[in-house]
């Protein structure tokens, strides 16, 4: 169905409601104009036309009060109007009641009852012309009149129907606009939680090794304990880690100068392309940063995890989880601390754990944010999986875990 059918289509059988104020104005009308007759009527109480013409009177004033409120009420009332008139032999408030009552039903209600309400209009109208028979010997003039009344008010009807559909399709349309500028503040503030993330756990961890070399290397000076290949392997990891960082930082500036393809979700570093690596591989990389600062590193793998290969979202959540134990393990546990890296599976869950003791004679090197470990837990979540990290017992030191369901490829 093409736009212009739907909207015709659309236009009929959407109902519509009159604004408060027109209902307020067509109310008190009905109530100033059947006043006179309500009151004569009631004055005249005693005889079987009096007690008709009360009742011509109410239903003519309740279906104009209420037409506007509740159209289809309304609507019967001025049907049951319609016999009253016949029998009472008064048409004059009907002439008025029946076409403003027309106009609102053709202005609010579907097509199905606009047909009802046109059928019962004219059968009405065709009623008291072969009453008014016996009065003037002549239909023709009620009939062209009933006719006139009836296309005027429909007309009207369509009319005021139009325009009460353009004013729910503005509001609409308004609608819709607040609806998308609200997407777009949240797709805006998700991208700025997302580059921060993505600048603390790449950004943060290349530059935290950095600083941790550089200490490193600047306390083994005085000791006079240089080793020119330790030193070389030193200056090593820090351009390899500089340039990842100095890439990382690139890639953010494009994202935020429009120039990158954001991908929604956690972002796959410049520097390191998705490859399918091992479990074991990736705990062996991470441990080589910790290793260069001279951390004493230990991995215990399990054979069942070590040749896991876990799906892309995994992959990049367990690198993000590596990448933060060993920032936090650089910062908080000083030079020269002790780092043990476990991975096994068991009941279908492989878990991956980092803990360092925490040297009290070399301090961290920074105080704590709470970005990596807060983003961390809520891309867990989304994965179904789980990140904690506590400190060991007796506080000598500090836990990393990472659970992943074992659903992965080998």
């Known amino acids: ?65 209420i037409v506007c409120w509740f159209p289809r009420i309304g609507a019967v009332l001025a049907w049951l109007a319609i016999p009253v008139t016949i029998v009472s032999g008064s048409i004059a408030p009907t002439v008025l009641v029946s076409p403003l009552v027309c106009v609102a039903v053709t202005a609010t209600c579907t097509l199905p009852f606009i047909i009802i309400n046109g059928v019962v209009m004219v059968v009405g109208t065709i009623g008291i012309a072969i009453r008014w028979i016996q009065w003037v010997h002549t239909p023709v003039p009620i009939l062209w009149t009933g006719a006139f009344l009836l296309s005027a008010s429909t007309a009207l009807g369509m009319a ?12 609409l349309q308004d609608r819709r606009i607040a609806a998308i500028q609200k997407q777009a503040e949240q797709a805006a503030e998700h991208e700025r939680q997302r580059l921060a993330h993505d600048m603390h756990d790449y950004v943060a961890h290349e530059l935290t090794v950095i600083i941790a070399a550089l200490a490193a290397a600047r306390t083994r000076r005085p000791s006079h304990q240089q080793d020119p290949d330790q030193d070389a392997a030193l200056l ?35 520097s390191g392309a998705p490859r399918a690596e091992p479990v074991e591989t990736m705990i062996t990389d991470a441990a080589q940063d910790l290793e260069a ?62 803990s360092n003791t925490i040297e009290k ?49 080998a």
């Open 160 to 171: 005021l129907r139009a325009l009460l559909g353009s004013r729910a399709e503005r509001r």
């Open 361 to 409: 004679a070399r301090a961290g090197l920074d105080v704590s944010t709470g970005l990596g470990i807060r983003g961390l837990r809520e891309k867990a979540e989304e994965l179904h999986c789980s990140v904690s990290a506590q400190p060991a017992p007796g506080r000598d030191g500090w836990i990393a875990t990472l659970s992943l369901p074992e659903d992965l490829a």
């Open 236 to 270: 090593e990891t820090v351009e390899t880690t500089s340039r990842k960082a100095l890439d990382e930082l690139r890639r953010v500036l494009r994202l935020l100068d429009g120039e990158g393809d954001p991908v929604i979700g956690s972002p796959v570093p410049v």
């Open 1 to 65: 169905m093409t736009s212009d059918a739907a909207a015709r289509e659309g236009f009929w059988r959407v109902p519509h409601r009159v604004p408060r104020p027109v209902a307020i104005v067509v109310s008190c009308f009905a109530l100033l104009f059947n006043m006179d007759d309500l009151v004569g009527a009631s004055t005249r109480l005693g005889s079987h036309g009096s007690f008709v013409d009360l009742l011509r009177v109410v239903l003519g004033g309740l279906a104009l009060g």
């Open 293 to 354: 600062i001279g951390d004493e590193v230990t991995i215990s793998i399990s054979p069942d995890a070590a040749s896991l290969v876990p799906p892309e979202d995994h992959r990049l959540l367990l690198e993000r989880f590596l990448s933060e134990a060993v920032t936090n393990a650089v910062k908080h546990g000083g030079l020269g601390s002790r780092v043990t890296i476990r991975a096994s599976t068991c009941s279908g869950v492989l878990q991956i754990t980092l």
